[in-house]
């Protein structure tokens, strides 16, 4: 004991203890190891379930974020169309969702959510916030087909805003719009504007149409042609606005029988 | 009683014909659903209301569209009047009668159309017609064939049920 205390003994506890200690930590590491093994299993378990559950949480907030974008993007076009609505207060206007489009490729119609229990009646144009869009052809109570003006039977007066003319707007049934019956002694030029004439009291006047892309004026040709591209994009169209003040003039009673 | 299934299977038809279908275009053209569901039903053996359907069929498309009544009325009684006769004379081959049936119904209600739009005042240039809304239109019908054959054929199973052997 005297020995111990007065420390002739510590190189050999230090060895003792060393040893000792060496042991502590390679029982310890073992130990530590095969309860990794022996745990490791149900914390993958957890973990998968944990990420299972992740996943269908990302999958919500990704279904939501496209939701909140689409409703972001409806209530831009419809703040555009309320500028444009306002921007025209001689107009009264009633908007309405595109809902489908007519089954037949030859026809260029579109189905719209609105019909005759909102006032809606054959022959009122239907714009957007770009332009012209079309007219209504046909309401039922809750429903309304509308014809574009890229239809082939569609037919607009117009006048070029530049050129100080009038024409004829047809469509075709590639979805292409022509300007037809131009005077051959009128210049027009690549971009002019074509604005509706309001000629025939089919539409309301100075309604944009779309712009001169492409003239063809051929010598012999009794009339000048032109192709417009129109404002309006027919394959994206969503919210329209239909005029529900306006109305049509028929002039079938002035047309001769054939 | 399970022939009622008629009226909500052409109304689903029509509603993703006009909602979803006519929004997919090839150049000008794009398939039709209606057209391709009659040809799939009156090719199924044991059916025998494939007239019945193309007359609803037909009525509903009417009163969508814009184009005048005749116009999917013919057409679709075409499709079906195809398919009676060509139905059991492809033996063993039935996918082959469904595109034959497609291909040529489409062909045929394309140029009714092209006609009845004519006749109606409006002068289509035909090379047009032909080369940017019938071919793709037919192209796409084509590809909806063996889908819509094989969901008919399960439709025609489940409404008409054969007799079990014992």
Known sequence: MALALGGYFSSASNVFTGSLINLQAWFSTRFVAVQDFLTAPRDIASLRQRNVDLEADNAELQAQIIQLQQQVGETRILAELVDFAQARPENRYQAAAVIGRDPSPFLHYVLINRGSNDGFLPGMPVVTDQGLVGRVDAVIADASRVQLITDPASNVNVRLQNAGTEASLVGSVTGDVTLDLIPQDVKIEIGDLALTSGLGGGYPPDLIVGQVVNVRSRDFDLFQQATVQPVVDFNRLAIVLVIVNFEPVDTSPLIPAP | ?166
């Open chain 2, 1 to 166: 009683m399970r022939n009622l299934v008629a009226l909500p299977v052409i109304i689903l038809a029509v509603i993703l014909q006009t909602a979803i279908v006519s929004r997919v275009y090839l150049l000008s053209g794009i398939a039709d659903l209606p057209l391709v569901m009659l040809a799939a039903w009156a090719l199924q053996e044991e059916v025998e209301t494939s007239w019945h359907w193309a007359l609803a069929t037909s009525l509903l498309v009417g009163f969508v569209s814009a184009l005048p009544w005749l116009a999917p009325l013919i057409g679709y009684f075409a499709v079906v009047g195809l398919a009676q006769i060509l139905q059991g004379r492809v033996w063993q081959a039935p996918l082959l009668a469904m595109f034959s049936v497609t291909f040529l119904g489409s062909i045929i209600s394309s140029l009714l159309t092209f006609a009845v739009i004519n006749l109606s005042g409006v002068s289509l240039p035909v090379s047009d017609v032909l080369g940017v809304l019938t071919l793709p239109s037919v192209l796409l019908n084509m590809l909806l064939a063996i889908p819509v054959y094989a969901v008919m054929r399960d439709l025609a199973r489940w409404v008409y049920p054969s007799p079990e052997v014992e």
